[in-house]
Nanobody
Framework: QVQLVESGGGLVQPGGSLRLTCSASGIIFRTYVMTWYRQAPGEERELVANISKTGHRKNYSDSVQGRFTISRDNVKNTADLQMNNLKPEDTAVYYC?????????WGQGIQVTVSA
C-alpha cells in the first residue's frame, strides 16, 4: 500500500520559516520524481517545486524561487520543503506527490497558514 504523509505544517508569522516533510512508503522511492503542490481556497492547485530522482535537478515556481528549497533523502524515503521568508500569500494546503511515468500518488495534504 502506497502512503505519502506530510508533516511540519502549521501557523507562522510573515517572514517566518517552516519545513515540510513528506514520508513515503510502499514505493521504490528513489525511482520517483517528487513534487510539492499547494492549493489555496478558491484557487487551482499550483506546482511549488519538484526534484528529480537523484536530487540533482530542482524546479521552482516563480512565486517561491529564492525562498523555498526542495530536497530528498533516498535512504530515509523523505522529501522536504524548506520554506523561508513566508508571506501571507503562501497560505494553502500543501500536497506531496510522487510520480513515475503515468503512475502518480498523493498525500492528503497539510495546512500552512501565514498570518500575523
Amino acid at each position: 500500500q502506497v502512503q505519502l504523509v506530510e508533516s511540519g505544517g502549521g501557523l507562522v508569522q510573515p517572514g517566518g520559516s517552516l519545513r515540510l516533510t513528506c514520508s513515503a512508503s510502499g514505493i521504490i522511492f528513489r525511482t520517483y520524481v517528487m513534487t510539492w503542490y499547494r492549493q489555496a481556497p478558491g484557487e487551482e492547485r499550483e506546482l511549488v517545486a519538484n526534484i528529480s530522482k537523484t536530487g540533482h535537478r530542482k524546479n521552482y515556481s516563480d512565486s517561491v524561487q529564492g525562498r523555498f528549497t526542495i530536497s530528498r533523502d533516498n535512504v530515509k524515503n523523505t522529501a522536504d520543503l524548506q520554506m523561508n521568508n513566508l508571506k501571507p500569500e503562501d497560505t494553502a494546503v500543501y500536497y506531496c506527490g510522487a510520480s513515475l511515468g503515468t503512475r502518480a500518488y498523493w498525500g492528503q495534504g497539510i495546512q500552512v497558514t501565514v498570518s500575523a
